[in-house]
């Protein structure tokens, strides 16, 4: 089965909230090429070693300043956690839009 969730509600509260969904899309497309065989700037970024799937979405969030839409302003390396947090906070949603945090489940 597949969870989708993200940060809509608050996305669609107002423009300047769009304007960071635009912002961390465009920290995600400059990104589009980099390779790591290992420890990322991503990881350097966080300030730990480890997979750096979810450290790459706060990365992007972090560039963007848009560090409060990303798990509550908190870090997470965690997909688990960030799928509850979303989850618990009612802004998981079945049809995702551009700028929300898509999870799957396999």
């Not at 848009?66 to 618990?88: E, H, I, M, V």
Request: proline share 1%; net charge positive.
């Amino acid at each position: 089965s597949r969870y989708y969730g993200g940060t809509r509600a608050a996305a669609e509260a107002n423009m300047a909230s769009r304007n960071n969904a635009e912002q961390v899309l465009k920290w995600a497309r400059s990104q589009l090429n980099y390779h790591s065989s290992g420890y990322s700037k991503f990881n350097e970024a966080y300030g730990m070693a480890g997979a750096w799937c979810v450290m790459f979405v706060w990365w992007c969030f972090h560039q963007a300043g848009a560090d409060s839409l990303f798990f509550g302003g908190n870090k997470s390396a965690s997909s688990g956690q960030l799928l509850k947090y979303y989850k618990d906070n009612g802004q998981l949603v079945n049809d995702p839009k551009k700028g929300d945090i898509v999870f799957f489940h396999f």
